[in-house]
């Protein structure tokens, strides 16, 4: 696993063992997510939700993002994420939070223009927060999901209106926008 663009391009990131504790992004999937959202990049304010490796969080701030807050509810997830956001260079701009997903978006006050989700499968994750993301995506944002490939995603969740879904083997990604109503 490796950052794939930007600054700290071909730097080598560390994943934690075993596929039950998580499940890096494959290469083709994480250029294709990034692909899609290139130009909202640049000084964007980003949230890496379920962090595992921090990958997803440290390829945007590669490619020109601002900041990424990265967070995940588990202690070597958390070292994990910060030995790559170190090896990347990229500390000063990684604000890695521990714990739970729907406790930090209940919690956090902060408007993000991009956030990732990429939760354990076949949980509803993404359907059960969607109502909270919607809460912290500012107007004109994106959310980009993975999923399972037959995971059933609303058409909309709140402002939060699907643009596009993209089926990558197992994998379902799923592109939300945030209505611009300023």
């Given at each position: 696993m490796r950052v794939i663009a930007g600054t700290a391009r071909g730097t080598?990131?560390?994943?934690?063992?075993?596929?039950?504790?998580?499940?890096?992004?494959?290469?083709?999937?994480k250029e294709a997510m990034f692909s899609s959202v290139q130009f909202l990049l640049p000084g964007a304010k980003v949230l890496d939700l379920f962090?595992?490796?921090?990958?997803?969080?440290?390829?945007?701030?590669?490619?020109?993002?601002?900041?990424?807050?990265?967070?995940?509810?588990s202690d070597a997830a958390i070292r994990v994420i910060t030995a790559n956001c170190r090896a990347a260079n990229l500390a000063a701009q990684c604000d890695i939070r521990r714990g739970e997903a729907d406790?930090?978006?209940?919690?956090?006050?902060?408007?993000?223009d991009l956030v990732l989700m990429d939760p354990p499968y076949h949980n509803g994750t993404v359907q059960r927060l969607l109502p909270l993301v919607d809460k912290i995506t500012a107007p004109g944002g994106v959310v980009i999901c993975?999923?399972?490939?037959?995971?059933?995603?609303?058409?909309?969740?709140?402002?939060?209106?699907?643009?596009?879904?993209?089926?990558?083997?197992?994998?379902?990604?799923?592109?939300?926008?945030?209505?611009?109503t300023q």
């Open positions: 080598k990131l560390q994943a934690l063992p075993g596929e039950d504790v998580t499940r890096p992004t494959v290469d083709r999937v962090g595992g490796s921090g990958q997803l969080g440290i390829e945007a701030v590669s490619r020109g993002a601002l900041s990424a807050t990265i967070v995940d509810r406790a930090f978006l209940a919690g956090c006050g902060v408007q993000y993975e999923t399972e490939r037959e995971a059933a995603l609303p058409e909309r969740e709140g402002e939060l209106v699907m643009k596009k879904q993209h089926k990558y083997g197992k994998i379902l990604v799923t592109k939300y926008e945030k209505e611009n």
